[in-house]
T-cell receptor, first 112, second 108 residues
Framework: NAGVTQTPKFQVLKTGQSMTLQCAQDMNHEYMSWYRQDPGMGLRLIHYSVGAGITDQGEVPNGYNVSRSTTEDFPLRLLSAAPSQTSVYFC???????????FGQGTRLTVV | KNEVEQSPQNLTAQEGEFITINCSYSVGISALHWLQQHPGGGIVSLFMLSSGKKKHGRLIATINIQEKHSSLHITASHPRDSAVYICAVNSGTYKYIFGTGTRLKVLA
């Protein structure tokens, strides 16, 4: 039972580069979400999805795209990386939007 | 002012001590979550509660809806309890609001 698998664990990008953070869950959860964690701040919601084909913006969506073509996968795309996107990113899933959440191991992203 | 406030921000305890971490919130909620983040970075859900009290091993979580306050207690603390403890609330169907966390260090 893998739970939520998030890759990569670490990544360094140059300003302007693009990349995709992968997130997959094997619990058949409808609700998936992406957060960023910055020093001195709580986790902030970037984008979320309530099911395959349905996505919506969270608190800090600018510079990020998501898609949900299957229940299992919810990738996060950085279109043109900026130093302000240096952060730790977490993917999470839950059975519903208010149920217990399961988190991936996080991706530490540095944009130089 | 943050909608979810935790106290203290940092806490150092001796092994065996009873520990209390507090969470106050200012919004209406459907549920409150306590999460644990270990130094390696992974986040684990400890409790989800909407009323009363829950216990799991040495951990106890309580919530007072009228006072908009929750506490996480750790009995007989151990160095392996060293982590960041995060309070989060569901203020809407799909919205979590997170506190900034309490960094706990338990010394042997």
């Amino acid at each position: 039972n893998a739970g939520v698998t998030q890759t990569p664990k670490f990544q360094v990008l140059k300003t302007g580069q693009s990349m995709t953070l992968q997130c997959a869950q094997d619990m058949n959860h409808e609700y998936m979400s992406w957060y960023r964690q910055d020093p001195g701040m709580g986790l902030r919601l970037i984008h979320y999805s309530v099911g395959a084909g349905i996505t919506d913006q969270g608190e800090v969506p600018n510079g990020y795209n998501v898609s949900r073509s299957t229940t299992e996968d919810f990738p996060l795309r950085l279109l043109s990386a900026a130093p302000s996107q240096t952060s730790v990113y977490f993917c999470a899933s839950s059975y519903t939007g208010t149920a217990e959440a399961f988190f991936g191991q996080g991706t530490r992203l540095t944009v130089v | 002012k943050n909608e979810v406030e935790q106290s203290p921000q940092n806490l150092t305890a001796q092994e065996g001590e009873f520990i209390t971490i507090n969470c106050s919130y200012s919004v209406g909620i459907s549920a409150l979550h306590w999460l644990q983040q270990h130094p390696g970075g992974g986040i684990v859900s400890l409790f989800m509660l909407s009323s009363g009290k829950k216990k799991h091993g040495r951990l106890i979580a309580t919530i007072n809806i009228q006072e908009k306050h929750s506490s996480l207690h750790i009995t007989a603390s151990h160095p392996r309890d060293s982590a960041v403890y995060i309070c989060a609330v569901n203020s809407g169907t799909y919205k979590y609001i997170f506190g900034t966390g309490t960094r706990l260090k338990v010394l042997a």
